[in-house]
């Protein structure tokens, strides 16, 4: 883990070549989460909280655990 996000160094894009971060989620993930969560981390970046907010709501409806450990893997990737 780095200290300085509590990420996985693995998870954050150091491992080895070709197993850094993708878009495409856990195996079995509901297109719906999947599709909200790529959705959350383009209002994140562009500062757009009320769509944030709106996205969090639908990705509440359909998310697992899974799911919410994806979008926090994808909040903490690099841009």
Sequence with gaps: ???AH???????GGG???HGLSTAGPAGM???AREAIENIV???REGDDARIRTLLATL???ADTAALLYLRE???APE
């Design 30 to 32: 509901d297109p719906r």
């Design 60 to 62: 509440a409806a359909v």
């Design 74 to 76: 994808r909040l903490y």
């Design 6 to 12: 509590g990420v996985p160094e693995e998870c954050r």
């Design 42 to 44: 383009r209002a994140v």
């Design 1 to 3: 883990m780095t200290a």
């Design 16 to 18: 080895p070549v070709g």
